[in-house]
C-alpha cells in the first residue's frame, strides 16, 4: 500500500497526456532533490533557525527555480503546474518550514516582472533567479498593515537622482538571504491606494539594513525578517511599471499567491495521513494495532476525504489558472478550504500519534507547527471570507 500512496498526486487533467508524462518524471526529481539533498540536513537547519544561502544555489543547479520563466529568461518555459508541483512535493516530504521561502523566489516574485517589467529589468534579474544567483524576497507587510495592503506607510519620494525610500517591512521570507525586494511603497500618501508603487530593489545598496532573523512557533528554518529602509536611494529605473499602479498590481497577482499556500496545505496534509498511516498499523493498543480500532479508521477516512476534496478543488484552480480565469474569490476560497482544511487534519494526525506526536522528533510534530501560519500569511482566513463575502452580496 505504500508504494501505492507515494504516487500521491492524481493526474491534472488541465494539461495534455504529454505533459502529464512530463510532470511525472519532474515529480521524481524533486522527490530525488528532497531525499538527496534536504532529508540529511533538514533538523540540522531547524535548529539553526536558518536554511543555508547555498540551498537556492543546489536548487538552481537541480533545475527548480522558477521553472514556469520563458525560455528567453533561463527558465524552462513549462506550464505553471510544474512549479506548483514542486510546493505540493515539499509539503508531502515534510518540508513546510523551507516551503514559504521557496513560494515568494519561485511564485510570487518572477510573476510581477514577467507581467510588468521592463526587458532590461526582466534580463538584470530573472536569469539569476532561475540559476539561484539571486534570491528575492517581497515586501508588502508592516508592523500597522499585513493583510490590509492599503495601510502601509513605506515612502518613496522621486527625486532627481531616483526615489528616496524610508520604512520599515516585517514577516519578509527570505530576508535574509535575498538579494533583490520587491517592495511595496507609497510614492502619493494623498492618493489612498492609488498612491502605491512597487519597485525591484537591490538589498546591497545603502540604507538597506536587515533585522535579526525572528524566532517562530513553527517554520523554525524558515529566513523570516524585518527589514529597513533608510534614506535609501533606488535608480528610476527600479520602479516596476507604472508609479501609483502597484495596489492595481498586487491584487493581480495574489491569486497565484494565494493559490499556492492551498497547495502546500494539500501536499502538507496528504503527507501527514501517509505518516499517519504507517504508524497506526504499527503502535500497538490495547493488544491490537491502532488501525483495528473504529475511531482511528473513521478518523483516517474522514482526513483522506477531506483531502480528496480539497484536491479536486486544487485541480480547478490549476485549470483556471492556465487559461487566465483564476478570480480573486476563487483563490481566496481554495486558500481558506485547503489551510483550514490542513491545520485540522493534521491536528487529528498528531492525535492519533498520542504522546510521541507531541515530541520534536516525530515529523508530525514539525507538520503541526508550521501549519497554524497558513491561516494566517496570505490574507487571514478572515479576510478570505470577506473576499469571497464581498463576491456573493457585495460590501
Same mark, same amino acid.
Given at each position: 500500500? $505504500?508504494?501505492?500512496?507515494l504516487?500521491?498526486? =492524481?493526474?491534472d487533467? !488541465?494539461?495534455?497526456? #504529454?505533459? @502529464?508524462? &512530463?510532470?511525472? /518524471? ?27 544561502r ?18 528567453a ?12 508541483a ?16 521557496? $513560494? ?6 518572477p =510573476?510581477?516582472?514577467? !507581467?510588468?517589467?521592463? #526587458?532590461? @529589468?526582466? &534580463?538584470r534579474? /530573472? ?19 499585513g ?11 522621486r ?7 524610508n ?25 489612498g ?7 525591484l530593489?537591490?538589498?546591497s545598496?545603502p ?5 535579526s ?13 524585518? /527589514? ?21 498590481m ?8 494565494r ?46 476525504t477531506?483531502i ?31 489551510t483550514?482544511m ?6 487529528e494526525?498528531l ?18 507547527a508550521?501549519?497554524?501560519?497558513q491561516r ?20
Amino acid at each position: 500500500m $505504500q508504494a501505492e500512496r507515494l504516487s500521491h498526486s =492524481p493526474a491534472d487533467f !488541465s494539461i495534455d497526456a #504529454e505533459e @502529464q508524462a &512530463q510532470l511525472a /518524471l519532474f515529480r521524481d526529481t524533486v522527490r530525488r532533490f528532497c531525499a538527496e539533498q534536504m532529508a540529511p540536513c533538514y533538523a540540522q537547519w531547524e535548529s539553526d533557525g536558518l536554511v543555508p544561502r547555498e540551498l537556492f544555489n543546489k536548487l538552481g543547479d537541480a533545475g527548480l527555480l522558477c521553472v514556469d520563466v520563458p525560455e528567453a529568461y533561463g527558465g524552462y518555459g513549462v506550464p505553471a503546474q510544474f512549479s506548483f508541483a514542486i510546493v505540493e512535493e515539499l509539503g508531502y516530504a515534510g518540508f513546510t518550514g523551507f516551503t514559504g521561502g521557496l $513560494q515568494v523566489h519561485n511564485d510570487i516574485v518572477p =510573476p510581477y516582472l514577467v !507581467s510588468f517589467g521592463t #526587458e532590461a @529589468q526582466k &534580463q538584470r534579474w /530573472l536569469p539569476g533567479m532561475v540559476s539561484g544567483e539571486i534570491v528575492t524576497a517581497i515586501g508588502m507587510s508592516e508592523p500597522n498593515a499585513g493583510s490590509d495592503l492599503a495601510n502601509i506607510k513605506t515612502s518613496a519620494q522621486r527625486t532627481e537622482n531616483g526615489y528616496l525610500i524610508n520604512g520599515s517591512k516585517i514577516f519578509i521570507s527570505n530576508g535574509q538571504h535575498a538579494d533583490m525586494l520587491l517592495l511595496a511603497a507609497k510614492t502619493d500618501k494623498g492618493a489612498g491606494a492609488r498612491g502605491t508603487s512597487l519597485f525591484l530593489v537591490d538589498a546591497s545598496l545603502p540604507g538597506y539594513s536587515r533585522g535579526s532573523n525572528l524566532a517562530k512557533v513553527g517554520h523554525k528554518c524558515a529566513d523570516t525578517s524585518e /527589514l529597513f529602509f533608510e534614506n535609501l536611494l533606488v535608480p528610476h529605473d527600479a520602479l516596476l511599471g507604472e508609479e501609483g499602479a502597484g495596489f492595481g498590481m498586487m491584487m493581480e497577482k495574489l491569486a497565484r499567491e494565494r493559490m499556492i499556500i492551498g497547495v502546500l496545505a494539500v501536499g502538507a496534509a496528504r503527507g501527514a495521513l501517509d505518516w499517519t498511516i504507517d504508524y497506526v498499523q504499527e503502535r500497538q493498543a490495547f493488544g491490537a494495532p491502532l488501525a483495528k480500532l473504529q475511531n482511528t479508521r473513521f478518523k483516517l477516512a474522514e482526513a483522506h476525504t477531506r483531502i480528496m476534496a480539497n484536491t479536486s478543488f486544487m485541480q480547478q484552480c490549476f485549470a483556471a489558472y492556465r487559461n487566465g480565469q483564476l478570480t480573486p474569490e476563487v483563490a481566496a476560497a481554495f486558500k481558506l478550504y485547503a489551510t483550514e482544511m490542513q491545520c485540522e487534519v493534521i491536528d487529528e494526525c498528531l492525535q492519533l500519534f498520542g504522546g510521541y506526536g507531541y515530541m520534536s522528533e516525530y515529523p508530525i510534530s514539525r507538520a503541526w507547527a508550521d501549519a497554524r501560519v497558513q491561516r494566517i500569511y496570505g490574507g487571514t482566513s478572515e479576510i478570505m471570507k470577506e473576499v469571497v463575502a464581498r463576491s456573493l452580496v457585495g460590501k
